[in-house]
């Protein structure tokens, strides 16, 4: 079954629900404060630099190899606490990663085709079900990103209750969302392929995608699991308040945003509430 792009029209519980986002533009690099410069510029004024007082070695001295080697065993000996960080937050301690996918589970037609899916369509399905119809690049651009194993909350959208309502598993990284060229078929034989892009027919069908250069893609995913109780999107945005445990989310930083990341530290804390509201079913 085809999933849906959300409706470019917000309902009135969900102004943000739609299973696609609007193209951000990156946020301007910091830059030097106007004191941070005056300082600067007093300092240099009153104090001159120094000549430096080191002495000479010659490129083919001992000394100067001696110096190389030195520097070179200290570089390798620090690590890059930054990229440590930054994949400390994104991942678990096993290396998986996690995200947040939109779909609407009530009825709507697009191109004369009704793109409703629930979690319960979901957990029906004796297959791994394709995630298509994503026409935005920022959440095609998370989709690639994702791998075998990932685990995703799956968000109901476009809704009288909008909220997270249980979650999935990724079962196939990505793969063209469309018809491919025969030379591309190998690479993705273990599914059926979905062909939304190039089929007139279907919902989100894109003429600009071609067969031996596709734009979108798709991920195939399994159920993996039901809320007891959702999580309402009135109070994701409370947690998401300044100092609170989702303040840096990005499927509320990023309202419109089909396809998101979700922290270790998020993932874990959603799921703790869950287990406080009955856990899964």
Request: proline letters at 7%; charged letters at 30%.
């Amino acid at each position: 079954m085809v999933k849906r792009k959300a409706s470019q029209l917000d309902t009135a519980s969900d102004t943000t629900g739609l299973r696609r986002s609007t193209r951000r533009k990156p946020a301007a690099p910091d830059q030097t404060t106007e004191a941070s410069k005056d300082e600067l510029t007093e300092k240099g004024a009153t104090q001159p630099p120094q000549p430096e007082k080191t002495s000479k070695k010659l490129p083919h001295s001992k000394a100067f190899q001696d110096s190389k080697k030195s520097m070179k065993a200290e570089s390798a000996a620090q690590p890059s606490t930054a990229s440590k960080s930054e994949t400390n937050e994104t991942t678990s301690s096993s290396g998986r990663s996690y995200w947040l996918l939109k779909a609407e589970p009530e009825s709507r037609f697009e191109n004369g085709v009704d793109v409703k899916f629930s979690i319960d369509d979901l957990a029906s399905r004796t297959e791994p079900e394709p995630w298509d119809g994503i026409r935005n690049y920022v959440a095609r651009n998370n989709l690639r990103a994702m791998k075998k194993g990932d685990i995703a909350f799956f968000y109901h959208s476009n809704c009288k209750e909008p909220g997270i309502v249980g979650t999935m598993e990724i079962v196939q990284e990505h793969s063209p969302d469309c018809k491919c060229a025969p030379s591309l078929l190998h690479e993705f034989a273990p599914y059926h392929m979905p062909v939304s892009a190039h089929d007139p027919k279907a919902p989100y069908y894109d003429a600009s995608s071609k067969p031996d250069n596709p734009k979108w893609s798709v991920v195939h995913v399994k159920f993996r699991s039901k809320f007891s109780k959702q999580i309402g999107l009135k109070e994701l945005r409370e947690m998401g308040q300044p100092g609170q445990p989702l303040e840096n989310m990005q499927m509320l930083k990023q309202s419109r945003l089909s396809v998101s990341r979700v922290s270790a530290s998020e993932f874990e804390y959603l799921m703790d509430v869950v287990k406080q509201r009955g856990g899964e079913t």
